[in-house]
């Protein structure tokens, strides 16, 4: 059959050489839990302090992947102990920086998840207040700071054979090992939360350990939180991608941290509604306050497309600098900072393409500090040095690579998208991430087709058959023009995602677009 040449095509081009394991990974994909070093000492000291009774809290980062974790270590150990209070980070503030580190003083023990930042002297003071620390976490390792002398930090980034561990992993594989000794099996019902902190912080999905607990994660939704989230769709890494991530990165922007923590965590469904009101609510002022900002931020990219990095000045009281990053890196297709005024500096975030670590080079100039990703980061420069650093970019970066070009897996025609084929593909996609992007189909030859739209003109629509649609969310074409196209059958090209389901009560194979090519 023809679907079944094409899945043979793209295995060979994905580099599968046992399709059957690849896509149906095994708990022996699994490390040794205990190779995670220190995990003994981690569960000793947290076997102590329920036996105890003694107080323990939860401090959760404000990402998807430091909201799942938190919620995965809450969830489990309440199974034991009800001496549980929560914290999570404000804004963008990681770890304890920042934090007023005295009301964890009456604590007998801190769990810190996701979030490893360099402040030496705040785990020094608990320390020396007797608060014990446990430290869950994936981030890179300064080895300047003696993290061992004050905490016990169990991380994916010491001695481990897979790094790329988020720390919702690392947190899950934790609660596996307090099942391996309580002779229990609580984390089995938390993998769901793994699955989105390892697909929302990005985790390379071609390591085999990563696949199985994202595989788990998927098989079957229990955390209440991510059931109203997903609704009636397929719970696959789209649907964390798209809908779970998006929706806890708006309330971090907003400035509504503790209301992600406390959905996730919470089991009461009138109380649960609440938050998830509050949740959407900051989805939309997030994308108004964008929708606001955009337009002089494309006008400033413009009038510096000669440069080899853009510099975007903004004014807001939202966290929304990496989103912004996002949306114009994927125009400008080079390095972008997005600053605001903050005093004697200016602070922000920095996204970048065309270059292996854009983070390295802002460093070694020794004219900016920058945190996170290599290529997505925070970054912060004091203002009498901000000329300085944009002329030592302009000078001492490489010609930039050309990262603009789509990666197409295989071309198609319309009469080729069977409900077989659409199936076929979507085994490769329900686990996507970094290293194994969703499937992309190049569809050309469509000619025959009628244009709508969706959400009042805000999402194209393309219908070249009864069963099959193609849409180009957030369309910023005419769509005028589209219609015209239409009458006149001029041909389209798309590039896309294929998938499937029910739009109102039909159910209809889809193409979701990445690009559309009119030929007249």
Known sequence: MY?????????????????????????????????????DEAFDRLDKAIKENEKIAILFDTDLDGTASGAIITRYLRNFTNNIETYIDEGK???????????????????????????ELQYKKLYENKTDVIILDHHAIKESVPYDDYSILVSSQRKYSNPQLSGAGVTWKFCKYMDEQYLTDYADELADLAACGLVGDMMDMTIMENRYIVSKGLSKIYNPAIKKIVGGFEFNSTAISFSVAPIINASNRIGK?????????????????????ELKICRVLQNEEVDRILPEAINSCEEQKD???????????????????????????????????????????????????F???CNESGLAKADGHELASGIEIKKELLNEFTIYIEETLPELKDDSTTNIDIQLDISDITRKMV???????????????????????????????????????????????????????????????????DELRVVGTIDSGFLGRKFVLKVVCDEIEEVE
């Open 3 to 39: 679907e079944d040449e094409v899945f043979e095509v793209i295995l060979k081009q994905r580099g599968i050489a046992d399709p059957e394991h690849f896509f149906n990974p095994t708990e022996d994909d699994l490390f040794p839990l205990d190779s995670l070093y220190r995990i």
């Open 93 to 119: 503030q990681h770890g304890l920086i920042g934090q007023d580190i005295e009301k964890f003083f009456d604590v007998d023990l801190l769990i810190v998840v996701d979030s490893l930042d360099k402040n």
């Open 257 to 277: 941290n503790d209301i992600a923590m406390k959905a996730f965590i919470e089991d009461d469904n009138k109380t649960l509604l609440k938050y998830m009101r």
């Open 307 to 357: 440069k080899k990095m853009i510099v975007v000045f903004i004014d807001t009281d939202y966290g929304i600098s990496g989103l912004l990053g996002n949306k114009l890196l994927e125009r400008y297709q080079r390095p972008i900072l997005i600053l605001k005024n903050c005093g004697d500096t200016y602070k922000g975030s920095m996204r970048a393409t065309g270059v292996d670590d």
């Open 359 to 361: 983070r390295k080079i």
């Open 423 to 489: 199936d076929l593909i979507k085994k490769f996609d329900r686990i996507s991430g970094t290293n194994f992007p969703p499937i992309k189909v190049y569809i050309d030859n469509i000619c025959d087709y009628e244009i709508g739209n969706m959400s009042d003109y805000k999402h194209l629509t393309i219908k070249p058959n009864d069963y099959l649609l193609i849409i180009k969310w957030n369309y910023n074409g005419s769509f005028e023009k589209m219609k015209d196209h239409s009458l006149v059958n």
